[in-house]
């Protein structure tokens, strides 16, 4: 199974990652590779197979959903660690144009 | 001739302690020490956190000089990978995108240390978010193998567990997803154990595959694995997937009359024929020390790694969608012309070729038209794994079966060939996949390089697997 150049660009877009064209190649490549070999899976009968998401047997996992009080100091070093921003809060650029 | 302090188990180190041969700042020194000198060529440390390891030891001297009780883990130097958080000091993930990211809270299990006394000595480095099984695609070099620098160690836990294995600490935290702790162990000749999943809360843990991370610890000796464990383990409200396990004392199990299965999947063609051999001759010590070996099948076996990279890559596409360049670490903002732009540069330049490779891969099973034929039929199959394990262990106590194929490569050597590179894992993804846990621990050289023979466990039985290999430690 081998991947499209424009499939490798449309999940690069949907994931949010820049590729060079290079990148482009090798990627293809790579994840073909990658899908030619979980290709397998398909051999398993799984009719009537339940699908397996967690492992622990819990159900419904709940708690109080309170506010803990976080003091100015983390505060700041919260916003600080944010690579722009404008007061206390972080800035980021325009969402709608 | 004197046994060098850093050198000592935590056993050791605690009698040591109690009995005043030596301080916690000995031992934090002759750590920092071994550091300094050996690890400008193993690279097992991102980060030394030298003031905050002293300043623990300093407190852990002070109640012993006023003759207070210690705790089996107080004074005891020891590293964490860098992908759990310590607050205040700087966590990468071995990642670019986080190079100058300092954390704002302690993880559950850095608390629990703390409480417990601990000596942090830093940061361990590790493939870049936890992702490989060589340590060489941190963004801050790759860590060498401590027997032999032109190996890896194993990965994506390389930094711990070498760390460990050049008694730079005592013991260390790692993170497995399919074998993170338990592959280099064996390829670095120490214990590591992959606890059950839910067993460790993974609250400031960075996340990498949800359904299947787990908090793992590397030792010296088994003896020292298991009191690491009592200490980090436990439900936390914090981590929703931790279960409250209000269980009696297990009653302590000899080996002798055990039943141990030895899987025939495991022991397939492409395994290296000396590294065979070894876990051959550790399954005869178990049989001599009673031991009733059982020959089972896990039919399911060689769809475990399909759908690991099916599972894995889905969840990682998901939690690494957070880093985005805007309220943390590395990013081209400045410089983007939209926020589009943002995302776009910031994910290019600041993830390596594995993390966007797992990203791609991940984002297209879960994409459109594709969730059915691969991330539901690999959770399906997930199953069938997990069905296996459970009929296994109807029949045997606890499975056996080496814990990787081959001995530690050369550095470079599978780089370029992801998928050769997934192979390495093959003996340890199941025990993720099917939640239950299993341990490492050196079974002699092949090669001249260690080899490791894995015990895999019933799902929260860590007791079973760590009396076995409890016994098998102490036999000579």
Request: with cysteine.
């Amino acid at each position: 199974m081998k991947l499209k150049t424009q499939e490798v660009e449309h999940i690069a877009k949907l994931a949010r990652l820049g590729l060079t064209e290079d990148e482009k190649k090798k990627f293809q490549d790579q994840i073909s590779s990658i899908l030619g070999y979980v290709e397998k899976l398909q051999k398993v009968d799984t009719k009537n197979v339940e699908p397996t998401a967690q492992v622990t047997g819990l159900i419904n996992a709940i708690r109080e959903d309170e506010v803990e009080a976080c003091d100015k100091e983390t505060m700041k070093k919260l916003v600080d660690v944010a690579p722009m921003k404008k007061d206390n809060l972080v800035k980021t650029k325009a969402i709608f144009e | 001739m004197k046994k060098l302090l850093n050198t000592l188990t935590i056993k050791e180190a605690h009698k040591g302690l109690v009995s005043k041969k030596f301080s916690s700042v000995d031992l934090t020194k002759a750590c920092l020490d071994q550091i300094k000198s050996l690890d400008k060529k193993i690279n097992a440390f991102i980060t030394v956190t030298e003031d905050l390891a002293l300043e623990q030891a300093k407190k852990v001297d002070k109640k012993i000089k006023s003759g207070g009780k210690l705790k089996p883990l107080e004074g005891i130097p020891m590293a964490l990978k860098d992908n759990i958080l310590v607050k205040d000091a700087k966590c990468t993930a071995g990642s670019k995108i986080l190079e100058n990211y300092i954390a704002s809270y302690d993880a559950t299990v850095v608390k629990k240390l703390k409480e417990a006394g601990a000596v942090i000595l830093g940061k361990t480095n590790l493939d870049e978010f936890a992702m490989g099984s060589s340590t060489e695609s941190s963004y801050f070099g790759s860590t060498k193998n401590p027997i032999d620098t032109k190996k890896v160690p194993g990965g994506s836990s390389g930094g711990s567990v070498a760390a460990v294995a050049s008694d730079m600490c005592f013991y260390a935290l790692g993170s497995e997803t399919g074998g993170s702790v338990r592959q280099p162990a064996s390829l670095c000749g120490v214990i590591g154990m992959k606890p059950s999943y839910g067993r460790v809360s993974r609250y400031g843990l960075m996340a990498m595959a949800s359904s299947l991370d787990q908090i793992s610890p590397t030792t010296k000796t088994v003896e020292d694995l298991r009191m690491v464990l009592d200490c980090i383990m436990g439900v936390d409200k914090k981590d929703s997937t931790t279960v409250d396990l209000k269980e009696e004392k297990p009653k302590k199990k000899s080996i002798k009359g055990m039943k141990i299965g030895v899987p025939k999947e495991y022991f397939i063609k492409g395994m290296d024929k000396e590294v065979e051999k070894r876990v051959r001759e550790g399954i005869k010590k178990l049989e001599k020390l009673g031991a009733k070996m059982v020959d089972i099948s896990l039919p399911h076996t060689e769809y475990a790694l399909a759908v690991y990279y099916i599972v894995m890559p889905s969840e990682v596409s998901s939690n690494l969608s957070r880093y985005d360049g805007i309220r943390y670490g590395f990013t081209t903002v400045s410089k983007a012309k939209n926020l589009m732009d943002v995302y776009f540069e910031t994910r290019r330049q600041g993830f390596g070729d594995e993390a966007r490779r797992r990203i791609m891969l991940g984002t297209y099973a879960l994409s459109s038209g594709y969730y059915d034929a691969y991330y539901k039929k690999a959770q399906q199959v997930r199953t069938l794994i997990k069905n296996d394990f459970d009929k296994a262990f109807t029949k045997v106590d606890c499975i056996v079966t080496p814990t990787s194929p081959t001995v530690a490569w050369d550095i470079g050597e599978k780089f370029d060939d992801p998928l050769t590179m997934y192979l390495s894992d093959i003996y340890t993804v199941s025990a993720n996949i099917a939640g239950i846990p299993g341990i490492s621990v050196p079974c002699g050289e092949a090669h001249n390089l260690p080899v490791g023979l894995q015990l895999l466990g019933k799902q929260f039985d860590e007791e079973t697997i760590l009396n076995v290999a409890s016994e098998y430690e102490e036999y000579k």
